[in-house]
């Protein structure tokens, strides 16, 4: 699996979008991106994922590069209750027999703090 | 739906003691994860199941750790004998392989300490 590289710490002002950067420039054609995220005290939490095309959902947007080796995750109205580690993962789509692909790697994250 | 269901919460034992965790994923989910996370390591993949079948379980520390998944609704972890360096917060996921990719949703997770 690619791996990815993430700021270690970043803050944001509460009500504005949170633009948290990844860096994947070893990705494959075949590798998605994902974002998790991890609120203090809990388990992570799907986000989004993406594979060349843009994508938005109820929670954030997901922006890739169009050379796939970096992408951006928005949080366009950051709240305090979104303070947490973000995680930035790439893999391969998991099979329906599964395999080796169908495991996530964490690295360390971003942890994004959302001041009033 | 409820979720990925883990219990215990919280459990503390002494060293040498046997800890079972165990672990209900999501309904309809095939595939189940158990993930260990410390402040050293960070979130670790122990092992992994497809349709109740281990499928890769490199990440499991040593012998004293085992998983099983006798059917689709239930999961065990075991540490046999105890020791303090296990203490961690183990996660359970849960996901559809062949689904939606790479969609785990995790359970709250059980927070383990030996003393």
């Known amino acids: 699996d690619a791996k990815t590289t993430q700021p270690t710490s970043m803050d944001c002002a509460e009500g504005r979008a949170a633009n948290l950067p990844c860096n994947h420039s070893t990705i494959s054609g075949n590798e998605y991106v994902y974002w998790y995220r991890q609120i203090h005290s809990q388990g992570p939490q799907y986000i989004i994922h993406?594979?060349?095309n843009n994508e938005t959902n109820e929670m954030a947007s997901l922006i890739i590069t169009e050379d796939r080796k970096s992408s951006t995750l928005i949080l366009p109205h950051a709240t305090l209750r979104d303070t947490a580690v973000y995680y930035c993962?790439?893999?391969?789509?998991?099979?329906?027999?599964?395999?080796?692909?169908?495991?996530?790697?964490f690295g360390k994250g971003t942890k994004l703090s959302v001041k009033p | 739906d409820a979720g990925v269901i883990q219990s215990p919460r919280h459990e503390v034992t002494e060293m040498g003691q046997e800890v079972t965790l165990r672990c209900k994923p999501i309904?309809?989910?095939?595939?189940l994860f158990w993930y260990r996370q410390t402040m050293m390591r960070g979130l670790e993949l122990l092992i992994y199941f497809n349709n109740n079948v281990p499928i890769d379980d490199s990440g499991m520390p040593e012998d004293r750790f085992s998983a099983k998944m006798p059917n689709a609704s239930f999961s065990t972890l075991k540490i046999q004998p105890s020791e303090p360096r296990d203490s961690a917060v183990y996660f359970c996921?849960?996901?559809?392989?062949?689904?939606?990719?790479?969609?785990?949703?995790f359970g709250p997770g059980t927070r383990l300490l030996v003393l």
């Open positions: 993406g594979l060349k």
């Open positions: 309904s309809g989910h095939n595939s």
């Open positions: 996921a849960s996901s559809l392989a062949g689904g939606p990719p790479g969609s785990q949703y």
């Open positions: 993962i790439v893999r391969a789509r998991s099979t329906p027999y599964g395999g080796s692909q169908g495991n996530l790697i």
